[in-house]
C-alpha cells in the first residue's frame, strides 16, 4: 500500500527570494490559487514580518484561498511570530513556521548566539507559536550542516514545546543524497518523540541535488517536502516541484508514495510562475520545459510513433500540457473558447472571457492559425497584469541604417488621449522613451528579452521587460504579431504596475 507525502509550496516566500523576482499582492493571490487548484498541501503564502507589502500578501492569502494550509515564516523571536500571526490570522488552516539557523558556522558568525541560547530562543519561540494556532512548523536552518547531536537536542526540545512538523533543510545545497538521507534517519531514531511529527526536507539546488536530496528523504521516511514551481529560489533555485511529484507519480512502483497533486494543473502553472516572473523556463527542463517531450533524433521519432513508450515516460497530457495545437478561427465562438480554457486548467468569468474573446478576434485578423498557446497566452497578458491607468492605442516607427529612429505613440486613459514622438538607441529604445514623456516616468530599463510562442512567419511574439524604479523591480509581459507592439505592450504593463505601486503606497500612508 502507497503512503502520502505531503507537498509544501514556498513559491510565494522562498522563490520570491530569487534575484529580480518580486510579486504583487494580486500576483501572490493569483499564484495562491493556481496551487490551492492543484492541491498542494501547504502554500508557504510568505515572511510577514520583512514588510508591510509581504504582510499584506500573506493576509489577502488566509483571506481568500481555501483548501490548503497557509503558512508564515517567523524568525525564532516573538516579534516575527506575532507578524506570522497576524498574517495568517484569517486563514481556514493556518500554520506558523518558525527557524532558526543550527550549524556551528551560522551560529558563531550570524546569529552571534551560543548553542544554549539557539536552544532555548527555539524552545521559547515554539512555544510562544502555539499560542496562536495548533499547527507549528520548526526548521534548523543549515541543518545538513549541524552537529547530529545539537539537532537531536534542540529537535526533542522544540517538539515538548509543541511542534507538529520538523524539518531540516539543505539550506545551501551542500548535502549527497546518501548523506542527507542517513542524517534524517538517524534523527528519525534518536530524537524523543519522533514518531508524534512530520519530518519535512527543504532542499536547495547548488550542486544539482534538490530534486535528488527530497527523493532521498522520502526514502529515509520524510512525509512532507518543501519544493517551489520551476525550482525557483535563492542562488541555484530550490527543489522543483514538478519534477518531485512527477518523479513519485511516474515512479510509484520504486517509492510506494503518493501525494494529492492535479499533475494535470502542472503545466498551467509552470507558465503562469514564468509570466509572472519574466523568468522563461529553460526549454530543457524536466518535466514543463518546451523540449521536454520533443523528438528530432530520427530513431527516437521512429519509435515514438511507433509506441510513445519507447521515449516517453509519461504523457504530455498528464502534466497538462496541451495537445490539441490547431483548432482554432475566425469562426470560433465565445462557448468554443471558453471551452479550450477550462481544457487547460483557466477559468475565467464572463467579463473576462469577453476581453479575451475581443483579443482572440483581433489575433485572428492577423494569423492564419491560432492556437490554444496563443489564446493561453492573451490569457496571461490581458488579465493576469495590474490595473491598467494607460492603454495602448496606436504607435508608429520610422527607422532605417542612416537615421536615428523615431517613434509617435498614442496612449489613452480614461477618455483622454496622449501622443508624444521620441528619438532613441534603435526603434524600441524610441518607443519607451515616447511611454515616458507621456505618463512622466524615467524607469531604468533592467532586462528586455523577445522570443516567439509558435512556429510561422506570423507567429505571436512574446516580449518580456524588467524595469527599476527606485528600489522596486517590476515586470512586464506583452504579446503581438508584430514584435515592436509587444515591446510596447510589456513596458506599458511593468509602468501601468509602477503607477499602481505608488498609488497604492500613498494611499497606504494617508489612508
Known amino acids: 500500500m502507497a503512503t502520502n507525502v505531503r507537498i509544501f509550496d514556498t513559491t510565494l516566500r522562498d522563490g520570491e527570494q530569487s534575484p529580480g523576482f518580486t510579486m504583487n499582492t494580486q500576483e501572490k493571490l493569483e499564484v495562491a490559487r493556481a496551487l490551492a487548484a492543484?492541491?498542494?498541501?501547504?502554500?508557504?503564502?510568505?515572511?510577514?514580518?520583512?514588510?508591510?507589502?509581504?504582510?499584506?500578501?500573506?493576509?489577502?492569502?488566509?483571506?481568500?484561498?481555501?483548501?490548503?494550509?497557509?503558512?508564515?515564516?517567523?524568525?525564532?523571536?516573538?516579534?516575527?511570530?506575532?507578524?506570522?500571526?497576524?498574517?495568517?490570522?484569517?486563514?481556514?488552516r493556518a500554520r506558523i513556521h518558525v527557524f532558526i539557523a543550527t550549524s556551528s558556522i551560522h551560529m558563531e558568525h550570524k546569529l552571534r548566539l551560543t548553542p544554549d541560547e539557539v536552544y532555548d530562543v527555539s524552545v521559547d519561540a515554539v512555544r510562544y507559536a502555539r499560542t496562536f494556532t495548533d499547527d507549528v512548523e520548526f526548521s534548523a536552518e543549515d541543518g545538513?550542516?549541524?552537529?547530529?547531536?545539537?539537532?537531536?537536542?534542540?529537535?526533542?526540545?522544540?517538539?515538548?514545546?509543541?511542534?507538529?512538523?520538523?524539518?531540516?533543510?539543505?539550506?545551501?545545497?551542500?548535502?549527497?543524497?546518501?548523506?542527507?538521507?542517513?542524517?534524517?534517519?538517524?534523527?528519525?531514531?534518536?530524537?524523543?518523540?519522533?514518531?508524534?511529527v512530520i519530518w519535512s526536507a527543504h532542499c536547495h539546488d547548488d550542486l544539482g541535488l534538490a530534486v535528488a536530496n527530497s527523493l532521498a528523504a522520502v526514502q529515509a521516511g520524510v512525509r512532507q517536502v518543501e519544493c517551489t514551481i520551476n525550482g525557483i529560489g535563492e542562488r541555484a533555485g530550490n527543489a522543483a516541484l514538478e519534477e518531485i511529484v512527477m518523479a513519485l507519480h511516474t515512479r510509484r512502483n520504486h517509492y510506494g508514495i503518493e501525494t494529492g497533486i492535479d499533475t494535470t494543473k502542472i503545466y498551467r502553472t509552470s507558465r503562469l510562475i514564468s509570466a509572472i516572473s519574466g523568468v522563461p523556463v529553460q526549454p530543457n527542463k524536466a518535466v514543463v520545459g518546451d523540449n521536454a517531450f520533443a523528438h528530432e533524433a530520427g530513431i527516437h521519432q521512429h519509435g515514438v510513433l511507433m509506441n510513445r513508450a519507447t521515449y516517453e515516460i509519461m504523457t504530455p497530457e498528464a502534466v497538462g500540457i496541451p495537445s490539441n495545437k490547431l483548432v482554432l478561427g475566425k469562426h470560433s465562438g465565445r462557448h468554443a473558447i471558453k471551452k479550450h480554457l477550462e481544457d487547460n486548467g483557466v477559468r475565467v468569468t464572463e467579463h473576462e472571457l469577453q476581453q479575451v474573446f475581443q483579443e482572440f478576434k483581433a489575433l485572428c485578423d492577423k494569423k492564419k492559425q491560432v492556437t490554444i498557446e496563443d489564446v493561453l497566452s492573451l490569457?496571461?497578458?490581458?488579465?493576469?497584469?495590474?490595473?491598467?491607468?494607460?492603454?495602448?492605442?496606436?504607435?508608429?516607427?520610422?527607422?532605417?541604417?542612416?537615421?536615428?529612429?523615431?517613434?509617435s505613440v498614442t496612449l489613452v486613459r480614461g477618455q483622454e488621449l496622449f501622443t508624444q514622438e521620441a528619438s532613441g538607441?534603435?526603434?524600441?529604445?524610441?518607443?519607451?522613451?515616447?511611454?515616458?514623456?507621456?505618463?512622466?516616468?524615467?524607469?531604468?530599463?533592467?532586462?528586455?528579452?523577445?522570443?516567439?510562442?509558435?512556429?510561422?512567419?506570423?507567429?505571436?511574439?512574446?516580449?518580456?521587460?524588467?524595469?527599476?524604479?527606485?528600489?522596486?523591480?517590476?515586470?512586464?509581459?506583452?504579446?503581438?504579431?508584430?514584435?515592436?507592439?509587444?515591446?510596447?505592450?510589456?513596458?506599458?504593463?511593468?509602468?501601468?504596475?509602477?503607477?499602481?505601486?505608488?498609488?497604492?503606497?500613498?494611499?497606504?500612508?494617508?489612508?
Open 379 to 407: 490569457v496571461e497578458t490581458e488579465l493576469r497584469t495590474a490595473p491598467q491607468t494607460f492603454a495602448l492605442r496606436a504607435f508608429h516607427v520610422s527607422t532605417s541604417s542612416t537615421l536615428p529612429p523615431m517613434a
Open 425 to 511: 538607441d534603435g526603434p524600441v529604445d524610441a518607443i519607451y522613451n515616447a511611454i515616458n514623456m507621456i505618463v512622466q516616468l524615467t524607469p531604468t530599463l533592467a532586462d528586455y528579452a523577445i522570443k516567439a510562442i509558435t512556429g510561422g512567419t506570423d507567429a505571436m511574439g512574446e516580449a518580456t521587460v524588467k524595469v527599476r524604479d527606485g528600489d522596486g523591480l517590476f515586470i512586464g509581459r506583452g504579446t503581438s504579431t508584430d514584435v515592436l507592439e509587444a515591446s510596447a505592450r510589456a513596458y506599458l504593463v511593468a509602468v501601468n504596475k509602477i503607477i499602481y505601486e505608488r498609488q497604492h503606497w500613498m494611499s497606504n500612508i494617508y489612508g
Open 38 to 92: 492543484m492541491r498542494v498541501d501547504i502554500i508557504e503564502a510568505g515572511f510577514p514580518i520583512s514588510s508591510p507589502g509581504d504582510l499584506e500578501g500573506v493576509q489577502l492569502v488566509a483571506r481568500e484561498v481555501r483548501g490548503p494550509i497557509i503558512a508564515a515564516l517567523a524568525r525564532a523571536n516573538r516579534q516575527d511570530v506575532d507578524a506570522a500571526a497576524e498574517g495568517i490570522r484569517h486563514a481556514e
Open 144 to 196: 545538513s550542516r549541524s552537529d547530529p547531536e545539537f539537532l537531536c537536542r534542540v529537535f526533542e526540545g522544540v517538539i515538548r514545546a509543541g511542534a507538529t512538523t520538523i524539518n531540516v533543510p539543505d539550506t545551501v545545497g551542500y548535502a549527497t543524497p546518501e548523506e542527507y538521507a542517513n542524517l534524517l534517519r538517524l534523527l528519525r531514531e534518536r530524537v524523543p518523540g519522533s514518531d508524534r
